[in-house]
C-alpha cells in the first residue's frame, strides 16, 4: 500500500467553479500536509502547507486535513485559468522525508 | 533569496553513455533529495542527503547511479550507463530539516531523454 493515494484525474471544470482536490493517506504518524502546483515542464511549487489537523487559507486557496479520516484536501474558490496545472499532495512525518501522490490534473475552461 | 538551482534543464543522450545532473540547494537547506519523476506519477525519492550523509538511498539503483554532496552543500547524480528507461524528469529538493517549516523546495528539474 502507498503511502499516500490521489485520484489522477484529469479534472476540467469552467472558470469561477470551486475545484476540490482530495489524498489520502495510510499512516496516522503523518503530520505535515502539503499540497504543490505544477505547471508543465516546471518544478513542483509548494502551495500550501499544513500542521496537524484543521483548515488553512491562503487567497483563493484552502487546504483542509482531517486526521481522523487520514484525508486531505485543497479546495481552490473562483478558479482561473491559470489555475490549469498539475496538484500533487504531499505528506511528512519527521519533516525530512516525503511522501507524494501522483498528481491530480486539472484543466480551468475559460 | 535564490531557490534551487539545477543544471542542465535539458539533455539528450544515446542509451549506454553517462551523464550527469547538478545541483545547488537553498542556501542553509542541510538536507536534499534527488527525485525522479515519471510522466503523470508524482516524484519517487531516490536519494536524501543529511548535510554531506546520504541517510537514504534504498531506491537508488546503485549499479548504475550514483550521487555525491561534497561539502554538504551543491550534490550530483549521475547515471551509468543510461538506459532507455531513464529517461525521466529528475528533480532535486532541499529543505531546513529541525525547525517546523519543514517544506521541501523543489528545482526546475532536469529532463533527460535517452535514445
Known amino acids: 500500500q502507498k503511502e499516500v493515494e490521489q485520484d489522477p484525474g484529469p479534472l476540467s471544470v469552467p472558470e469561477g467553479a470551486i475545484v476540490s482536490l482530495n489524498c489520502t493517506y495510510s499512516?496516522?504518524?503523518?503530520?505535515?500536509f502539503m499540497w504543490y502546483r505544477q505547471y508543465s515542464r516546471k518544478g513542483p511549487e509548494l502551495l500550501m502547507y499544513t500542521y496537524s489537523s484543521g483548515n488553512k487559507e491562503d487567497g483563493r486557496f484552502t487546504a483542509q486535513v482531517d486526521k481522523s479520516s487520514k484525508y486531505i484536501s485543497l479546495f481552490i474558490r473562483d478558479s482561473q485559468p491559470s489555475d490549469s496545472a498539475t496538484y500533487l499532495c504531499?505528506?511528512?512525518?519527521?519533516?525530512?522525508?516525503?511522501?507524494f501522490g501522483t498528481g491530480t490534473s486539472l484543466t480551468v475552461i475559460p | 533569496e535564490a531557490g534551487v538551482v539545477q543544471s542542465p534543464r535539458y539533455k539528450i543522450i544515446e542509451k549506454k553513455q553517462p551523464v550527469a545532473f547538478w545541483c545547488n540547494p537553498i542556501s542553509g537547506h542541510n538536507t536534499l533529495y534527488w527525485y525522479l519523476q515519471n510522466l503523470g506519477q508524482g516524484p519517487e525519492l531516490l536519494i536524501r542527503y543529511e548535510n554531506e550523509e546520504a541517510v537514504d538511498d534504498s531506491q537508488l539503483p546503485k549499479d548504475r547511479f550514483s550521487a555525491e554532496r561534497l561539502k554538504g552543500v551543491d550534490s550530483t547524480l549521475k547515471i551509468q550507463p543510461a538506459e532507455l528507461g531513464d529517461s525521466a524528469v529528475y528533480l532535486c529538493?532541499?529543505?531546513?530539516?529541525?525547525?517546523?517549516?519543514?517544506?521541501?523546495?523543489f528545482g526546475q528539474g532536469t529532463r533527460l531523454t535517452v535514445v
Open positions: 504531499a505528506i511528512s512525518n519527521t519533516g525530512n522525508q516525503f511522501y
Open positions: 529538493a532541499s529543505s531546513r530539516a529541525g525547525t517546523e517549516n519543514t517544506e521541501a523546495f
Open positions: 499512516n496516522s504518524a503523518f503530520q505535515y
